[in-house]
């Protein structure tokens, strides 16, 4: 494998030196839009789930039921026999007891997925010899459900321990090129590994959650009188927690899309910081190019804990934090962020990673999916 890939970039590099281009390889399906199958497929699943395959060419079609396993749709849970297909009909999934029909006929019963991801893989050996697929990606859609140990290790994230260590980094270089002081305080800080890490550069933190699982986590690691069981939307916070206080330091890393108010409880935590303190934000864009494009198939909506991610934007941060009393000092967006495994969602990730003026057009125009914001307490 590294073999390949060693071999993969250093040929792709010599290609780039003599042909003096970019290049960038990508997936097969990128080659041509007739091989990619037909279809409308929604996003987040309702029961039962109903695909209209579009393709008009005729030929034996067969369907896959892919779910998750870790980050990938690898686990094959189904396959279905081969069905003459004649054109433009409606594929119907029940959620609730995995009956599988095509054009109005029974195709058989599938297991109903366990992970909230799962995906369909439509084959279609057509009659002008061409072979036409299509992978859809789903998710199950989740209501009035609290952040517990699910949450954080399958339904919303895999293992969010894991995925979050990148961003304590962040944060720390931030807060040392912004001069922002001691105490922090964290809101929405999960099982407590930004403080953990703010502890080994001996930087006094303290934090709070609305998870009774994850405060769990983090008093267990961290000790007493260092995290509180807390709604950020509540009017008033621990008086053990606001003795630390006035904080120098007020971190709100991917939470802020979470509250129903989110300018709301800024001006509520704006009494708990001193003059001067540092604000440090990094939340989603609804005015990004992925929701403008994907609209209520956003990945934004992906986490239904996301309860105020329609208010967030550069332009509500950059009308509401100087009302509230902050003064920006840098602000700017990042990442075209999709999870959907469809082949045709996958684009925009792939632009993103592979081309640079894409990056700079969606930063300069304040397009990308997630927003950095740091200011300051006047
Ligand atoms: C996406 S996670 C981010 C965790 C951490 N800040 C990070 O960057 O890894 C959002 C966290 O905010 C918490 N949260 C959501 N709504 C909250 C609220 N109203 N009050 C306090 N915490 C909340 C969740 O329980 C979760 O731990």
């Not at 393709?55 to 686990?75: V, W």
């Not at 001006?267 to 190019?289: D, K, M, P, Q, W």
Request: proline letters at 4%; one cysteine or more.
């Amino acid at each position: 494998m590294a073999l390949k890939s060693l071999l993969k970039n250093s040929g792709l590099a010599l290609l780039g030196r003599v042909t003096r281009r970019c290049v960038v390889m990508l997936p097969q399906e990128a080659r041509s839009e007739s091989e990619i199958f037909d279809l409308r497929a929604p996003y987040s699943a309702d029961d039962p789930l109903r695909i209209e395959l579009r393709e008009t060419i005729p030929g034996s079609i067969t369907a896959t039921l892919l779910e998750y396993k870790g980050h990938f749709p690898t686990g094959r849970l189904w396959e279905s026999s081969p069905f003459k297909y004649a054109g433009p009909c409606d594929f119907v999934f029940s959620l609730s007891d995995g009956m599988v029909h095509i054009a109005g006929h029974s195709w058989g019963k599938a297991p109903v997925p366990r992970s909230r991801r799962f995906c369909w893989l439509f084959t279609l050996s057509s009659e002008d010899n061409l072979k036409r697929s299509r992978m859809t990606g789903h998710y199950f859609k989740v209501s009035n459900r609290v952040n517990d140990a699910q949450y954080f290790q399958g339904d919303n994230y895999v293992n969010h321990k894991l995925q979050s260590i990148g961003e304590h980094a962040r944060v720390i270089e931030l807060m040392r090129q912004h001069g922002a002081n001691d105490p922090v305080l964290e809101i929405g800080c999960a099982t407590g590994g930004l403080l953990e890490e703010l502890d080994k550069k001996r930087i006094q933190s303290y934090g709070l959650d609305i998870s009774e699982w994850a405060v769990e986590k983090a008093q267990e690691k961290l000790g007493p009188d260092r995290v509180w069981l807390c709604d950020a939307e509540a009017k008033s916070y621990p008086e053990a927690l606001l003795r630390h206080g006035p904080f120098g330091t007020l971190v709100l890393w991917a939470v802020f899309e979470h509250f129903r108010n989110p300018f709301g409880v800024l001006e509520n935590l704006t009494r708990f910081v001193r003059l001067g303190s540092t604000l440090l934000i990094n939340t989603t864009n609804a005015n990004s190019l992925c929701h403008t494009i994907f609209g209520p198939e956003w990945e934004g909506f992906f986490d239904w804990t996301h309860l105020g991610v329609e208010q967030v934007s550069v332009a509500a941060l950059a009308r509401e934090l100087p009302r509230l009393g902050w003064r920006i000092s840098e602000m700017s967006t990042h990442l075209t962020w999709d999870g959907n495994a469809d082949p045709t969602r996958a684009t925009l990730r792939e632009w993103w990673a592979a081309d640079a003026r894409f990056r700079r057009m969606l930063v300069e125009r304040d397009l990308g999916d997630l927003i950095t914001c740091v200011a300051v307490r006047e």
